[in-house]
Structure formats: C-alpha cells, structure tokens
T-cell receptor, first 115, second 113 residues
Framework: GDSVTQMEGPVTLSEEAFLTINCTYT??????LFWYVQYPGEGLQLLLK?????DKGSNKGFEATYRKETTSFHLEKGSVQVSDSAVYFC??????????????FGQGTILTVHP | NAGVTQTPKFQVLKTGQSMTLQCAQD?????MYWYRQDPGMGLRLIYY???????DKGEVPNGYNVSRLNKREFSLRLESAAPSQTSVYFC????????????FGPGTRLTVL
C-alpha cells in the first residue's frame, strides 16, 4: 500500500536559518503530494501541493518539488521565522480510481524556531 | 462561512461509555473523512464518505461507526470506548477528487480513562 516517510524530528533552528524537512513516498500510481501544517491547538492547513512530476509547490516562502525519480517531496525554506514553529505533515493522495481523495500521512515533524 | 466545524472540542470518557463526535461543513463538499492523530504516527483514516449516502472503512475502523446524515454532516460514534481510542480526532472534507485539497476541522481531543 501507499506510505509516506518523513525525517525524524523534532527540528530546532534559530531564526533566519535554512530549513529542510525530508519526505519520501511509496505509491502504486501517480499521486498528488502535499505538505500540511498544524499550528499549536489548531487543525491542519494546506501549505502547498504538487500534482505531477517536476511540479514545484510554493507558499509563504516554503517550497517543495515533486521528484518522481527519487520519490521525494522535500520541504525547504530559506529563512525561517519564529512564527513557522509548528508540526509539518507530508501526505499523498492517489488520483482517480476508488481513492476518493483519501490522504496517507507521514508521521509529522515538529519544528521549533528560536529567536 | 465557517468551513469545517467539530463538536465537542474536548471530551473525557470512562471505559465502556459511548459518545458521538459531530462534524459539519458548509462548503457544499461531496466527500468527508474522519482521521485520528496519535503521537509519532501522523493521521490515520478511520472512515470516509465519498458522497452523501455512502460510507467506507479506512485504515483503522475497528471500534467506530459513522453516519453521513446529509451532505453537510458526518458523525463518528464510539459504541464502547477503550483507552486505546484516546486520541485527537479530525474531520475533513473535499469538494471532489479532481480538486485534491482537503479542509480540516479544529479537532476533538478525546481521553478514555
């Protein structure tokens, strides 16, 4: 079945540091890939997505590129802020068939940014 | 436009008690989902409803039942709660498969003693 593996956390950075959170996936078809973010005490919000190979999703300074050859979708940001402290989830959704948009999530990575 | 709403926000149950978690969306979405979130395990799908009148099991359905009451509402029922069901429960909705993006509610934190 489908699966998503994220880098082990938690991740602690100083403000303005570079961020990378690794994500790799296993899927039988051609999935869409997502990064969701969960701020303390809140539900999940879509951060960015990519629907086909070589697509780059971007939002709020975060970027991730859909790499089919390495089955990866790593999240990057050039300069993190304290307000980026949250839990980040990588996820995939199989397109078409009987998937009905079901999401498969990675285990989540806790990011803490210090001033 | 409230998006996806869930009630209650917090609940404490004793082992063997029953309860229903409520979820509603006002975005006219066709599909709705229930997930549970446990530390170190991400979110796992419990049940989903692809469209009004249909429900199907997800990855971890044991101990739960669902009802798609109408297009707006999708409830999750625990008939006999167990400590292993202590978790945070999230409801989500999706317009249709072509749009891909699910919208999540704020969650219900459930503790079973």
């Amino acid at each position: 079945g489908d699966s998503v593996t994220q880098m082990e956390g938690p991740v602690t950075l100083s403000e303005e540091a570079f961020l990378t959170i690794n994500c790799t996936y296993t899927a039988t078809g051609y999935p869409s890939l997502f990064w969701y973010v969960q701020y303390p005490g809140e539900g999940l919000q879509l951060l960015l997505k990519a629907t086909k190979a070589d697509d780059k999703g971007s939002n709020k300074g975060f970027e991730a590129t859909y790499r089919k050859e390495t089955t990866s979708f790593h999240l990057e940001k050039g300069s993190v802020q304290v307000s980026d402290s949250a839990v980040y989830f990588c996820a995939l959704s199989e397109s078409g068939g009987t998937s009905y948009g079901k999401l498969t999530f990675g285990q989540g990575t806790i990011l803490t940014v210090h001033p | 436009n409230a998006g996806v709403t869930q009630t209650p926000k917090f609940q404490v149950l004793k082992t063997g008690q029953s309860m229903t978690l409520q979820c509603a969306q006002d975005m006219n979405h066709n599909s709705m989902y229930w997930y549970r979130q446990d530390p170190g395990m991400g979110l796992r799908l419990i049940y989903y409803s692809a469209s009004e009148g249909t429900t199907d099991k997800g990855e971890v359905p044991n101990g739960y039942n669902v009802s798609r009451l109408n297009k707006r509402e999708f409830s999750l029922r625990l008939e006999s709660a167990a400590p292993s069901q202590t978790s945070v429960y999230f409801c989500a909705s999706l317009l249709d498969r072509g749009t891909d993006t699910q919208y999540f509610g704020p969650g219900t934190r459930l503790t079973v003693l």
